[in-house]
């Protein structure tokens, strides 16, 4: 009935079983909590109802350039043929600095391959990134929005009428009405 106890135990077995018990059904826990928020969160991104197509986007950056708010932007983003969905492409027009730019965004495996390719694609038709920020290279000046188009019909050679999904923040955009509420 009473065991006899080395002075060095400190915590009995059944605890420390106890203890193990809680600490991996909390990881457990943990990672079933984030698979769901990640599951729902893929689930609003996909269910979204902003979309464009690439004749569009000249239209978003003079939607941007009208609205001159701080904080708004479109992020655009498509999957080239043949890739896969982790292999997306995203960039975005931001208004910052008084001005609408275009943002390479530097946050996807693809877009990071492509950099060089891309910053090569802009200085060809007379442009050049802004390192300012290094994990998101701007490009600004007159026609940005024909050069947005450029990159997703010419350079990553999306069918015509393909459909970009976008995030929108700060602007009122509606796509079926040929962008601007």
Do not use: C
């Amino acid at each position: 009935m009473w065991e006899r106890r080395n002075e060095h135990q400190i915590i009995d077995q059944p605890i420390m079983l106890k203890l193990l018990l809680f600490i991996v059904l909390s990881i457990i826990g943990v990672y079933f909590v984030r698979r769901k928020d990640r599951e729902r969160a893929d689930r609003a991104i996909k269910s979204r109802d902003d979309f464009a197509t690439s004749d569009q986007i000249p239209g978003m950056v003079d939607l941007l350039a009208r609205a001159r708010a701080g904080k708004s932007f479109i992020v655009i983003m498509f999957v080239p043929p043949g890739a896969t969905e982790d292999d997306a492409i995203n960039f975005q027009y931001s208004f910052e600095g008084g001005s609408v730019g275009m943002d390479w965004l530097l946050i996807s495996q693809r877009n990071i391959a492509d950099e060089a390719a891309i910053a090569a694609f802009v200085k060809e038709r007379g442009y050049s990134f802004n390192y300012g920020n290094p994990r998101f290279p701007r490009v600004e000046g007159e026609g940005i929005g024909e050069l947005g188009r450029a990159i997703v019909d010419e350079f990553y050679r999306l069918p015509a009428g393909t459909r970009l999904d976008l995030v929108v923040e700060g602007v009122a955009w509606n796509p079926m009405a040929g962008g601007a509420v």
